[in-house]
C-alpha cells in the first residue's frame, strides 16, 4: 500500500538548539502509530511542522503525493490531516453542542456559504450523531469549562475530527486522565476512529496504552527518531529501553513487553 | 427554534412604527433620532467587533472619513443624497479594508490603540488642511433625492426618512450576518483561535470581514451625521473623544441584540442633549456617572434590563 504521508530530511532548530534532525517517516493507510519519547525529544515539534504550526528548518512533507510543507495549518486541514492537542483546545464558554456545532459548521463550508445560518435541523443532526460516536451526549448542554477532564479530551478529539480526516495526529489524548479512566477514553477514541479508517499518529507515555493500541512505534530522542519499528520490537530496543523506557524500567514499572522479552 | 425570527419582526414593527412618526415628530426629536441613527450605525460595527473581543477606540477614522467624503462630494455639486451615502460607506469600507491588513494581526489594547492613532492622523491631516477649513471644517449642501430637493420641514422628514429607511436594510443585513455562520465564529474567535484554523478556517480573515463590515457601518453613520447636521469639521466628526462615544454607546447597549445598539444610541443622545441643556458646565459628568452606572449595575449593558425584566415576571 503507497504510503500516504511522507517525510524526509525534516530538520529544524531553534536558536541553534535542535528540535528536529534527520526525520524520515512513511506513514501508510490504516496505520495506528504510537509516538514516544521524553519530554522535549521533539514529538510535538514534529506534530507542528507536519500540521503546518512550525516551518521546518529543511527537508520535505508529503502527503498523498503532494508538497504540504509551508502551507498553513488551515490548508493542511482542509487536504485532511487534523489534529488534537495536548492542552484540550475548544471553546471554553460554549456547550458541548455549540462546540461541535461550529466545528461542523467551519467544516462543512466555505466561501459564500458561509454566509448560511450556523444552526440547522441538518447540521443539528450530525451533531448529535457525532456527539453518540464519542459517547459525550450526556454533556451536550454542558458549558465546556465545567466538563470532567476526560470528556474535554473527547469533544477537543470530536472537534478535530469532524472534517473525518485521513491522517488524525493526535498529542498526548490521555494526558492530564486517571489511569482507571484511560483505556475507556481510548477505547471510545479508537471505536470512532476506526469506523471512518482514519490513520492515527499519537504521542504517548503510558507504554501501557501503547501496547494496547498501537501497531508500530517512533521512538523520539533529542530531535531524532531512534526507532521505527513494530510495537513488541520497538519495546525491546535498547536504545529505546536507555533513552525512552529509562525511567519506567528503573522504577519498576517495566513495561509488559520488555517483561516478556 | 421558531420559525420566525423575532428580532426581524421587531426591526419591522419598529421601522414601520419610527416611519409613521417622522410625520408627526417636531424638528428637534427628529434630530435626536438622525443622530442616533448616525452614531448607532457605528457602535453597531464595533458591536460586530466586540462580540469577537475586539474593541477600537479609532473608529471616528471611518466615521469622520464617511462624513467628509460625502461633504466633499456636495461641494463638488454631487448632492443625491443615494449616492452620498453609497460613496461614504464604499470609501469607508476601503480604507477599512486597506488598514485591515495591518489590524487583523493586533488583538485587545493594541488593536484598541492602532486604530486609534490611525484616526488621529486622519484628524492631524484634517485640522492641517486648509483646502478642507481646517479647524472649521466646511459646509455640506442640502442633499436632494434621486432629483427631488425638499424645502422647509421637508428637508429633515425626508432625510430621516431616507436614513430610516437605509438604517432598516443595514440592521437586517447586519442581523443576518450575525446569525450566519461567518457571523458566528465570533465566540469561537475570542476563545479559541488556534483551534478555528485547525478547523479549516482563518481567524484572521475573519477577524479582517468583520473590521470591514464596522468601516461601511461607520462610513454610513459619518454620510447620515454630515447630511443631519450640514457641516463637517474634524473636532465633532474625527477627534478620539468621538470614539470613545462610540464606545459609550456599545457600552450602554451590550452586544444582545442588533435593535440594543440603536436604543443605547438613542439614550446616549438623550443623556447628552438634556444634561447639555440642563447642566453646560457638568454635562461630561454626567455622561461619564451614567457610564459608571451602567458598568456597575448592567455590565451587559442595557439589553441586559430585558432579560432581567423577563425573569422577575418568572
Not at chain 1, 503532494?66 to 502551507?71: E, P
Not at chain 1, 454566509?115 to 459517547?135: I, M, N
Not at chain 2, 434630530?31 to 448616525?38: H, R, Y
Not at chain 2, 455639486?77 to 489590524?103: Q, R
Amino acid at each position: 500500500m503507497a504510503a500516504i504521508l511522507e517525510v524526509d530530511n525534516l530538520q529544524k532548530s531553534f536558536d541553534g538548539v535542535v528540535a528536529a534532525k534527520d526525520i524520515h517517516v512513511s506513514v501508510e493507510a490504516d496505520e495506528i502509530i504510537g509516538i514516544i519519547g521524553a519530554n522535549g525529544a521533539g514529538k510535538t515539534t514534529f506534530i507542528n511542522m507536519v500540521t503546518g504550526y512550525l516551518a521546518p528548518s529543511a527537508g520535505s512533507i508529503r502527503f498523498q503525493g503532494r508538497d504540504i510543507r509551508g502551507l498553513p495549518p488551515r490548508r493542511i486541514t482542509q487536504l485532511g490531516i487534523c489534529r488534537s492537542f495536548q492542552v484540550s483546545q475548544v471553546f471554553m464558554s460554549e456547550t458541548v453542542f455549540d462546540n461541535l456545532l461550529t466545528a461542523f459548521a467551519i467544516a462543512e463550508v466555505g466561501g459564500l456559504a458561509l454566509l448560511r445560518p450556523l444552526f440547522s435541523a441538518a447540521r443539528a443532526d450530525r451533531v448529535g450523531t457525532h456527539l453518540e460516536r464519542y459517547q459525550i451526549a450526556d454533556y451536550g448542554d454542558v458549558i465546556a469549562a465545567n466538563l470532567p477532564q476526560g470528556v474535554r479530551k473527547l469533544l477537543d478529539i470530536a472537534m478535530a475530527t469532524v472534517r473525518r480526516p485521513t491522517l488524525l495526529l493526535l498529542d498526548e489524548p490521555t494526558s492530564g486522565i486517571s489511569t482507571e479512566e484511560k483505556f475507556e477514553l481510548m477505547d471510545i477514541i479508537m471505536a470512532a476512529l476506526k469506523q471512518d479508517r482514519t490513520t492515527v499518529l499519537f504521542i504517548e507515555h503510558d507504554m501501557e496504552i501503547v501496547e494496547r493500541y498501537v501497531g508500530r512505534v517512533l521512538a523520539f530522542y533529542q530531535g531524532e527518531i531512534i526507532c521505527d519499528a513494530p510495537t513488541a520490537e520497538a519495546m525491546r530496543d535498547p536504545r529505546v529501553l536507555e533513552f525512552v523506557l529509562g525511567q519506567e524500567y528503573h522504577a519498576g514499572h517495566r513495561p509488559s513487553g520488555a517483561r516478556n522479552a | 427554534m421558531a420559525r420566525y425570527d423575532r428580532t426581524l419582526i421587531g426591526l419591522a414593527l419598529a421601522f414601520a412604527l419610527l416611519m409613521a412618526a417622522n410625520f408627526l415628530m417636531p424638528e428637534w426629536v427628529r434630530f435626536i433620532g438622525l443622530q442616533t441613527l448616525a452614531r448607532g450605525a457605528v457602535a453597531l460595527g464595533l458591536l460586530v467587533l466586540w462580540r469577537t473581543g475586539l474593541i477600537s477606540f479609532g473608529h471616528a477614522l471611518y466615521f469622520g472619513w464617511g462624513a467628509y467624503t460625502a461633504a466633499l462630494l456636495t461641494r463638488a455639486g454631487i448632492t443625491d443624497a443615494f449616492v452620498l451615502t453609497v460613496a461614504a460607506t464604499l470609501s469607508a469600507g476601503l480604507l477599512a479594508l486597506l488598514l485591515g491588513f495591518l489590524l487583523r494581526r493586533y488583538r485587545a489594547i493594541f488593536f484598541a490603540l492602532l486604530n486609534m492613532a490611525f484616526s488621529m492622523i486622519l484628524y492631524g491631516a484634517l485640522v492641517k488642511t486648509e483646502a478642507l477649513g481646517s479647524t472649521d471644517g466646511f459646509g455640506v449642501a442640502s442633499p436632494s433625492y434621486f432629483g427631488f430637493a425638499p424645502e422647509g420641514e421637508a428637508v429633515t422628514t425626508t432625510l430621516f426618512a431616507f436614513s430610516l429607511t437605509l438604517t432598516f436594510v443595514v440592521v437586517v443585513g447586519v442581523h443576518l450576518y450575525l446569525r450566519s455562520t461567518l457571523g458566528g465564529l465570533t465566540l469561537a474567535i475570542r476563545e479559541n483561535e488556534i483551534r478555528v484554523e485547525y478547523l479549516g478556517y482563518s481567524a484572521e480573515r475573519a477577524i479582517h470581514i468583520k473590521y470591514v463590515i464596522s468601516g461601511l457601518l461607520a462610513g454610513f453613520g459619518g454620510a447620515v451625521m454630515a447630511m443631519a447636521i450640514g457641516q463637517v469639521d474634524p473636532d465633532s466628526m474625527a477627534l478620539w473623544t468621538v470614539s470613545g462615544e462610540f464606545v459609550f454607546i456599545t457600552v450602554l447597549s451590550g452586544t444582545g441584540s442588533v435593535a440594543a445598539t440603536y436604543v443605547g444610541a438613542l439614550v446616549f443622545e438623550l443623556i447628552r442633549t438634556y444634561a447639555f441643556e440642563y447642566a453646560p458646565h457638568v454635562w461630561q459628568l454626567i455622561l461619564g456617572g451614567s457610564l459608571l452606572a451602567i458598568i456597575m449595575f448592567l455590565p451587559e449593558g442595557l439589553w441586559s434590563l430585558r432579560q432581567r425584566l423577563a425573569r422577575a415576571k418568572g
